[in-house]
């Protein structure tokens, strides 16, 4: 029984140690994951950005049309962080123990949410246009998912426009 909770105890010390040697994405994957192109005006895509950050509930902070850039921010949720110094490790223990919380020592923080999209033009005929949207908000990393879901409310936003246009 030792030798199996020995060899289940290094491997299980092998897989984590592995885990944090993953290598960072690089800067062209990141790029990658954050730039798609789309056959339309520049002027086309920065009118869906802007309709795509308010359907999303962003609210517009930077527009320079002339750059191609825009910044846009949200508030969501917040964050909670317990600052009562003068707690002793036994009623630190003892609050753990009965689950007692005591509001009176947490600051509540709204978390920010903030990104920047850069529109360039790449040929004019046929329109082809180049978007890269970047996102940040504490210490969050964002998932492919996260910027599938971003690039499919834009493509969702370039369609309703041509179709009112």
């Known amino acids: 029984m030792n030798k199996n909770l020995f060899l289940a105890l290094s491997i299980g ?9 993953m290598p960072e994405r690089t ?3 990141k790029r990658a994951t954050e730039t798609r192109e789309y056959n339309v005006s520049t002027k086309e895509l920065i009118t869906a950005s802007i309709g795509t950050f308010q359907d999303l509930g962003y609210t517009i902070d930077v527009l320079n049309a002339e750059f191609g850039l825009i910044t846009a921010s949200k508030t969501k949720g917040t964050t909670t962080a317990r600052t009562n110094l003068e707690e ?3 009623e630190a223990f003892l609050r753990a123990l009965t689950g007692f919380e005591d509001n009176s020592d947490v600051i509540i923080a709204p978390l920010t949410l903030s990104a920047t999209i850069t529109v360039k033009e790449i040929s004019i005929n ?26 499919a409310a834009l493509d969702k936003s370039l369609f309703l426009d041509q179709t009112i246009n």
């Open 88 to 90: 002793s490790p036994f």
């Open 126 to 151: 046929p329109f082809l246009s180049s978007l890269r949207v970047n996102f940040e908000g504490s210490d969050i990393k964002f998932s492919d998912l996260f910027f599938k879901s971003f690039f």
């Open 13 to 21: 010390l092998i897989f984590n140690g592995c885990a944090s040697m």
């Open 27 to 29: 800067t062209a994957v």
